[in-house]
């Protein structure tokens, strides 16, 4: 790499022996990516900078770099000498004068390096006993408690807990990708080019030349391009359209993913009218089924009408209706708390006493959000 500015001062000022480990770039590369384009776990010198390229290079560390990262920046004087300094990474697009810019190691297990070698550590013979045992299938139930504790997170809108819960789950992919790797099935370079590819393959009209006229031409783009790898594979005249939803998921977001599916290549109301329609109609099958066999079918029937209703007000069934469940469960839990404070039983208790106690909870919610 090419650098127009004369390096040797600027590692003399700033004290960098280049053995150290120190990752060179130049401040026109920066500009034009998203993220930083390399492990936080070990320092950058990023060069040739110019005031026009400041606000772009503080959007990208801040990426990765918390705002008050203190900065070692090189100035370029008028009699053509530098001057050292310190500036937290939040005042870095303001700065005039930067010629360059030292970028300090976050420190240990910053990076996804660090993380596979941890994880491998633990998976070697002077590892865990506990993880060297485990397998993809005695992990399974693990990934699984994982994924929805992130989702509780999610659903709590707890920035904390995210941060926690996509970290365990992280654990999970990585731990799966060292077992692969010692069983010679993948790597997780595997993982990542594969997933790479697939971004950069699914979205030409990012990565490409291909125009969209908006999310509804996105998504049909979407699914030819995956009909076109389908028949790449071999498989087109084995797999159609639903196959690739699987066949683990909760039977409301199965539905909901079904529909929308379905929607983009077509099979769709024109618009939400007789959407509701066909939720009236289920309904009134589900009153007048003649046995117990057939209402519990026109039941099904129902609920399926009321996702796809769901989904025509561009919500999601399943996060609304867990989102509602913790309603339930929070109002119930009032009713509760105030018949203990009565020394009353709930079943003692009439359906009348019961709703006063659950109206008081709505109204702490409404009081709470106001």
Known sequence: MSHSTNIKPV????NIDLRGGVFLLSGGEMTRLHTPPFPPSAPALILDLTDGMLPAVQQMLSAVYPAETPLQVVRSLVDGGIETGTIPLAG???????????????????????FQELIAHLRAPDGCPWDREQTHDSLRKHLLEETYEALAALDAHDAAGMSEEFGDLLLQIVLHAQIALEADEFRMSDILQGIYNKIVRRHPHVFGDVQVGGVSHVLQNWEKLKAAE????????????????AAEFPALAQAQEFQDRAARVGFDWPDVTPVLAKVMEELEEVRTAGDEDHRAKELGDLLFAVVNYVRWHKVDS?????ETNQRFRKRFAHIEERAREMGRELSSMTLA???????EAKDLERDAKN
């Open 353 to 359: 006493e019961m709703d006063i106690f659950w109206d």
């Open 318 to 322: 399943e996060t609304t209706l867990r």
């Open 92 to 114: 870095l697009g303001e700065s005039l004068g930067i010629a360059a810019v030292l970028v300090p190691a976050l420190g240990e297990g910053t990076s996804m390096e660090a």
């Open 11 to 14: 590692l003399e000022i700033l």
């Open 230 to 245: 389908r028949a790449a594979n071999g498989d087109a005249a084995h797999k159609g359209i639903l196959d690739g939803v």
